[in-house]
């Protein structure tokens, strides 16, 4: 199956900038929505940011930090974290999700990375 694949993790002091990247290692089709979770030690999974349709949706705690982009003809989506936070390490998930036609109808398929972890230090 196709897998996505991150990149550009790793670790920064407060107040610096690290720029995520997300790629499928195949063709993916029908691309519903792209999104970046994160999860930090002993908390849930979160949404931090998402883009379908052209329209963005940032988690509270990132607004105005954080950006999400995407570059169409690669399927790739990005995540540019400026300003960052201790608050902000974790392990961070790129997700797709894509429309899949059955002769039962239509239903999401849903891609997920094997994360990479980012660290902020204080």
């Known amino acids: 199956q196709v897998q996505l694949m991150e990149s550009g993790g790793g670790l920064v002091q407060a107040g610096g900038s690290l720029r995520l990247s997300c790629a499928p290692s195949?063709?993916?089709?029908?691309?519903?929505?792209m999104a970046w979770y994160r999860q930090a030690p002993g908390k849930q999974r979160e949404l931090v940011a998402i883009?379908?349709?052209?329209?963005?949706g940032y988690a509270d705690a990132v607004n105005g930090r954080f950006t999400i982009s995407r570059d169409n003809a690669r399927n790739t989506v990005y995540l540019q974290m400026n300003s960052l936070k201790p608050e902000d390490t974790a392990v961070y998930y790129c997700?797709?999700?894509?429309?899949?036609?059955?002769?039962?109808?239509?239903?999401?398929?849903?891609?997920w990375g094997k994360g990479t972890l980012v660290t902020v230090s204080s």
């Open positions: 195949g063709s993916i089709f029908r691309i519903k929505t």
């Open positions: 883009t379908s349709g052209g329209t963005l």
């Open positions: 997700n797709i999700k894509t429309i899949a036609t059955s002769m039962v109808g239509a239903h999401d398929m849903d891609y």
